[in-house]
């Protein structure tokens, strides 16, 4: 228990000595000393607050948010911390600052291979063709092969990135034959609009934005496809998860359960579908455009989570082979500088098992 939660249930402690007119010399031994009585359910009282990072992707997870569906079925105080990145939400939580967070899996085999402490509980989709490399129409660029001196935006250390790198691979060209630019969604948008940039591996709302006047070079599907697979995932703070199993538990059944209603609806899904109105809320965007951007993404039943496609299996599963694969690419590229002997220590289907019974 932190400290300064220690404190505050101290200071309640003394407000409630103060009723009872103990001599106020006395009043933080006595309230240490009934915290110490207390033991268990003064911890318990603290540890129901809980810190998650997301990002702006379009996932039914946003009305898990919206609705406080969390709040609502743990009795937990959930504050939601949002991120333009990946690479932040892991630096977030190496720093301590979130106890779960979604990111992608680029940086989460990063944050991996670094030794951060954590484990991947969910995933929260397959991107497919949510995330895609886009150039300008007026960019000149018709292939690949015409990337070569053009200047891209990509936010560094994410999806995308990893995956641009790769397609730079099969392609035959190296960074120093394109100009990659480490920039965040907004400065993507921003630096299309002036014209600063040819083009960008970007997911939504920024991918919407960026097709009105441009168009898909590749996507994250068919890069997928040559043996690469990216998504996103949720992490959690290892210690955090054991002590606070059933609340984990309770937090992807109700992803889950959100996911189910998207995938019931996902033929009639349209802008007025509770769904789409608070992804939109959330991601700063119209319900319209959150119809169609669903739509590129693949969502996972709770089946699907524990196949050995995704984290079932060990070190045999889909998201250990992933999260190595990727980290191997990272190395190649001098992003991290050693790999882990196992990968399997990072990815943890125990919650999603739990989540499961609870369904």
Request: hydrophobic residues 45%; charged residues 20%; aromatic residues 8%.
């Amino acid at each position: 228990m932190k400290f300064s939660n220690l404190k505050s249930i101290a200071g309640k402690v003394v407000g409630s000595l103060k009723l009872l007119a103990l001599p106020p010399s006395n009043l933080w031994l006595k309230s240490l000393s009934l915290i110490a009585l207390l033991g268990v359910s003064s911890l318990s009282w603290a540890a129901k607050e809980v810190t998650i990072g997301y990002q702006g992707m379009y996932n039914p997870m946003k009305y898990v948010i919206d609705k406080q569906l969390v709040e609502k079925n743990t009795g937990y105080t959930v504050k939601w911390r949002k991120f333009d990145s990946g690479a932040k939400a892991i630096t977030a939580m190496a720093a301590g600052a979130v106890d779960l967070t979604v990111a992608g899996s680029s940086p989460i085999a990063s944050a991996a291979s670094n030794g951060v402490d954590m484990q991947l509980i969910w995933v929260m989709e397959n991107i497919a063709d949510a995330e895609a490399l886009v150039v300008r129409n007026d960019s000149g660029i018709s292939s690949p092969a015409d990337l070569k001196g053009k200047k891209i935006g990509v936010p560094f250390v994410s999806t995308t990135h990893f995956h641009m790198l790769f397609a730079l691979e099969q392609f035959g060209l190296t960074e120093k034959d394109v100009k990659l630019i480490n920039m965040q969604p907004n400065a993507i948008m921003a630096a299309w609009q002036r014209g600063d940039i040819d083009g960008a591996y970007i997911w939504d709302p920024a991918l919407g934005k960026i097709k009105q006047t441009g168009k898909v070079l590749l996507s994250s599907k068919l890069l997928s496809s040559w043996g690469k697979p990216t998504f996103d995932g949720l992490i959690a703070n290892t210690e955090f998860a054991r002590q606070n199993s059933e609340f984990v538990a309770q937090l992807l059944s109700q992803i889950a359960k959100a996911d189910r209603e998207y995938q019931q609806a996902k033929e009639s899904f349209n802008a007025n579908n509770p769904i789409a109105v608070s992804v939109a809320k959330l991601s700063g965007s119209q319900p319209d455009d959150v119809v169609e951007a669903m739509s590129l993404y693949e969502f996972l039943d709770v089946d699907t989570q524990l196949s050995c496609q995704w984290l079932g299996c060990g070190e045999k599963g889909g998201a250990v082979k992933a999260l190595k694969a990727t980290s191997e690419f990272l190395l190649k590229e001098k992003k991290i500088s050693a790999l882990k002997p196992d990968y399997s220590v990072f990815v943890n289907p125990t919650y999603a098992e739990k989540a499961k019974a609870e369904l």
